[in-house]
C-alpha cells in the first residue's frame, strides 16, 4: 500500500521536475518584492492611512441655510420672496478652537506611519518565511537526490539476488531482508517528499508562483552566514532601533499621548461664526447681522473620554517596555541557538562528508566481490542514508538559526 501511494505521489512530480524553476536566493528575493500579494495589499493601507492625513488637514465646510416666506395673508400671495417679500440668508463657519485641528492632523500623521512600520514588520515576518522555506527545499532536494541514488543501486543489487535466489545461491531470508531494506528506504524517500512537497507549497504561495522551485544555492551563499559580533548587548540595541513591531508598539504609546492632548482640546468648545441676511423680518428692512455661537460645557467637559485617553497611555506606556524586555530575550535566545548549531557543525569532521561518499560508492561493488556480509553491507546502507539525512538537515539548522538572529535583529547581519 505504501509503494503504491509512493508511486501515486511521484507520477505527477516527473513532469513537476521538468518544469520547475531553477533560482538563485537574490533572484528569490526580488521576486518576492514584485509577487508576494500580501506585500502588495499591505501598500494599499498605506496610501489610504496617507490619504486620511489629507483628510485631516481639510477645513469644515461652511453652513448656508435660506428661509423663505410661504404664504403672505395680507397679499394673499404664495412664495412672496420678491422686493416686498421676505426670506432670511444665513452663512455660518465652524471655528476649531484650542489646536484641536492640528492635534488631529498630528494623530492621523503618526496613525499613517504606524501603516508603514506594519508594512516593515511584515515585510521581515514574510522574508524570513522565503529565506526558510527556500533553504530547507534546497537541502531536501539534497537529500532526496542521494536517496534516490541508493534506491536505484539497492534495487539492482535486488533484482541480482532474486536470480540468485531463483538458482538456489541465496537464501530467502536474505532476498527478503535486501527487499525490507528497499522498503524502508522507499518509505523514507516518501516522507521526504512529502515535506518537500509542504515547503514548496509554502514556497510558492509566497511568491505567487505555480511552477515548484528548484534553488541554487554556492558554498559562498552558505559560508557568508558566519558570526561577526556576539555582542548581546549591541544586537539587542540594533534590534531596538530596527523592528517593525516595537515601532509599531512605541508608535501607539504616542498616539496614546496624541489622543490624550486632542481630547482634552475637546473640552473647550468650538466657535461658529456666521453672517445673517433678512429682508423684511427685522426692525429695519435688509437686516444684515454678524452671529457667533458656541456650546457651553455646563454638563458635558469631555471628562470620560480624557480619563479613559490618560489611562491608555500607562496601558501603552506598560506594552512598549515588556515588548523592548521581550526583543532583548528574543535576540539572545536566537544568539545562543546560533552557537549551539555552530559548535555541532563544528564538532563534525570536515572530511566526513567525503569519506561518506567514499565508503559508500564501494559498499555495493564489496557486498558483490564477497568482501561485507550482509548485516555489514546493510548496516552501512541504512549508516548512510540516516547520515546523509541527519548532515543536510543540521545544515538547514545552522542556515536557519542564521536567519532567525537576522528576523530577531530586523536587519540582514549576514551579507
Same mark, same amino acid.
Request: charged share 25%.
Given at each position: 500500500?505504501?509503494?503504491?501511494?509512493?508511486?501515486?505521489?511521484?507520477?505527477?512530480?516527473?513532469?513537476?521536475?521538468?518544469?520547475?524553476?531553477?533560482?538563485?536566493?537574490?533572484?528569490?528575493?526580488?521576486?518576492?518584492?514584485?509577487?508576494?500579494?500580501?506585500?502588495?495589499?499591505?501598500?494599499?493601507?498605506?496610501?489610504?492611512?496617507?490619504?486620511?492625513?489629507?483628510?485631516?488637514?481639510?477645513?469644515?465646510?461652511?453652513?448656508?441655510?435660506?428661509?423663505?416666506?410661504?404664504?403672505?395673508?395680507?397679499?394673499?400671495?404664495?412664495?412672496?420672496?420678491?422686493?416686498?417679500?421676505?426670506?432670511?440668508?444665513?452663512?455660518?463657519?465652524?471655528?476649531?478652537?484650542?489646536?484641536?485641528?492640528?492635534?488631529?492632523?498630528?494623530?492621523?500623521?503618526?496613525?499613517?506611519?504606524?501603516?508603514?512600520?506594519?508594512?516593515?514588520?511584515?515585510?521581515?515576518?514574510?522574508?524570513?518565511?522565503?529565506?526558510?522555506?527556500?533553504?530547507?527545499?534546497?537541502?531536501?532536494?539534497?537529500?532526496?537526490?542521494?536517496?534516490?541514488?541508493?534506491?536505484?543501486?539497492?534495487?539492482?543489487?535486488?533484482?541480482?539476488?532474486?536470480?540468485?535466489?531463483?538458482?538456489?545461491?541465496?537464501?530467502?531470508?536474505?532476498?527478503?531482508?535486501?527487499?525490507?531494506?528497499?522498503?524502508?528506504?522507499?518509505?523514507?524517500?516518501?516522507?521526504?517528499?512529502?515535506?518537500?512537497?509542504?515547503?514548496?507549497?509554502?514556497?510558492?504561495?509566497?511568491?505567487?508562483?505555480?511552477?515548484?522551485?528548484?534553488?541554487?544555492?554556492?558554498?559562498?551563499?552558505?559560508?557568508?552566514?558566519?558570526?561577526? @559580533?556576539? %555582542? +548581546?548587548?549591541?544586537?539587542?540595541? #540594533?534590534? *531596538?532601533? $530596527? &523592528? =517593525?513591531?516595537?515601532?509599531?508598539?512605541?508608535?501607539?504609546?504616542?498616539?496614546?499621548?496624541?489622543?490624550?492632548?486632542?481630547?482634552?482640546?475637546?473640552?473647550?468648545?468650538?466657535?461658529?461664526?456666521?453672517?445673517?441676511?433678512?429682508?423684511?423680518?427685522?426692525?429695519?428692512?435688509?437686516?444684515?447681522?454678524?452671529?457667533?455661537?458656541?456650546?457651553?460645557?455646563?454638563?458635558?467637559?469631555?471628562?470620560?473620554?480624557?480619563?479613559?485617553?490618560?489611562?491608555?497611555?500607562?496601558?501603552?506606556?506598560?506594552?512598549?517596555?515588556?515588548?523592548?524586555?521581550?526583543?532583548?530575550?528574543?535576540?539572545?535566545?536566537?544568539?545562543?541557538?546560533?552557537?549551539?548549531?555552530?559548535?555541532?557543525?563544528? @564538532?563534525? %569532521? +570536515?572530511?566526513?562528508?567525503?569519506? #561518506?561518499? *567514499?565508503? $559508500? &560508492? =564501494?559498499?555495493?561493488?564489496?557486498?558483490?566481490?564477497?568482501?561485507?556480509?550482509?548485516?555489514?553491507?546493510?548496516?552501512?546502507?541504512?549508516?548512510?542514508?540516516?547520515?546523509?539525512?541527519?548532515?543536510?538537515?543540521?545544515?538547514?539548522?545552522?542556515?536557519?538559526?542564521?536567519?532567525?538572529?537576522?528576523?530577531?535583529?530586523?536587519?540582514?547581519?549576514?551579507?
Amino acid at each position: 500500500m505504501r509503494i503504491l501511494l509512493l508511486i501515486v505521489f511521484l507520477w505527477p512530480l516527473r513532469g513537476l521536475a521538468q518544469d520547475s524553476l531553477r533560482i538563485s536566493l537574490k533572484q528569490v528575493d526580488s521576486l518576492f518584492l514584485t509577487n508576494n500579494l500580501q506585500l502588495l495589499s499591505e501598500r494599499f493601507r498605506i496610501d489610504a492611512a496617507q490619504a486620511a492625513v489629507i483628510q485631516s488637514r481639510l477645513w469644515d465646510n461652511p453652513t448656508l441655510s435660506a428661509e423663505w416666506n410661504i404664504y403672505n395673508p395680507n397679499k394673499r400671495r404664495v412664495l412672496d420672496v420678491g422686493k416686498g417679500g421676505q426670506k432670511i440668508i444665513a452663512i455660518e463657519q465652524l471655528l476649531l478652537t484650542a489646536g484641536k485641528r492640528s492635534k488631529q492632523v498630528a494623530l492621523t500623521l503618526e496613525n499613517a506611519r504606524m501603516t508603514e512600520y506594519e508594512f516593515m514588520d511584515l515585510l521581515r515576518v514574510l522574508k524570513f518565511e522565503l529565506r526558510n522555506h527556500f533553504f530547507d527545499v534546497y537541502f531536501l532536494q539534497n537529500t532526496l537526490s542521494r536517496y534516490e541514488i541508493q534506491i536505484r543501486n539497492l534495487q539492482n543489487t535486488v533484482g541480482a539476488f532474486e536470480k540468485q535466489y531463483e538458482k538456489n545461491n541465496v537464501s530467502l531470508r536474505e532476498m527478503l531482508r535486501l527487499k525490507a531494506l528497499l522498503f524502508q528506504l522507499n518509505n523514507d524517500k516518501t516522507e521526504i517528499l512529502f515535506e518537500l512537497a509542504e515547503k514548496q507549497k509554502m514556497l510558492k504561495t509566497i511568491l505567487h508562483l505555480e511552477k515548484p522551485l528548484s534553488p541554487i544555492v554556492s558554498q559562498e551563499e552558505l559560508t557568508r552566514y558566519q558570526l561577526r @559580533s556576539d %555582542d +548581546v548587548a549591541y544586537l539587542s540595541d #540594533l534590534a *531596538l532601533q $530596527n &523592528r =517593525g513591531d516595537l515601532k509599531v508598539v512605541s508608535s501607539l504609546a504616542r498616539q496614546a499621548e496624541l489622543n490624550y492632548n486632542l481630547q482634552k482640546s475637546l473640552a473647550v468648545p468650538d466657535l461658529k461664526l456666521g453672517a445673517v441676511y433678512d429682508q423684511s423680518g427685522s426692525y429695519v428692512n435688509h437686516y444684515t447681522g454678524l452671529t457667533l455661537s458656541a456650546d457651553l460645557p455646563f454638563f458635558n467637559k469631555n471628562q470620560g473620554n480624557i480619563k479613559v485617553a490618560k489611562r491608555m497611555i500607562e496601558y501603552q506606556k506598560g506594552i512598549l517596555t515588556q515588548k523592548e524586555q521581550l526583543i532583548k530575550n528574543e535576540v539572545t535566545a536566537a544568539l545562543q541557538k546560533v552557537k549551539y548549531v555552530e559548535n555541532m557543525v563544528q @564538532s563534525v %569532521d +570536515v572530511r566526513f562528508t567525503e569519506q #561518506l561518499e *567514499l565508503l $559508500n &560508492r =564501494g559498499v555495493v561493488e564489496n557486498f558483490q566481490k564477497g568482501n561485507l556480509t550482509l548485516l555489514e553491507f546493510i548496516d552501512l546502507i541504512e549508516t548512510y542514508s540516516e547520515s546523509i539525512k541527519e548532515l543536510n538537515r543540521l545544515k538547514s539548522d545552522r542556515v536557519e538559526a542564521y536567519e532567525e538572529l537576522n528576523f530577531m535583529v530586523g536587519q540582514e547581519l549576514f551579507n
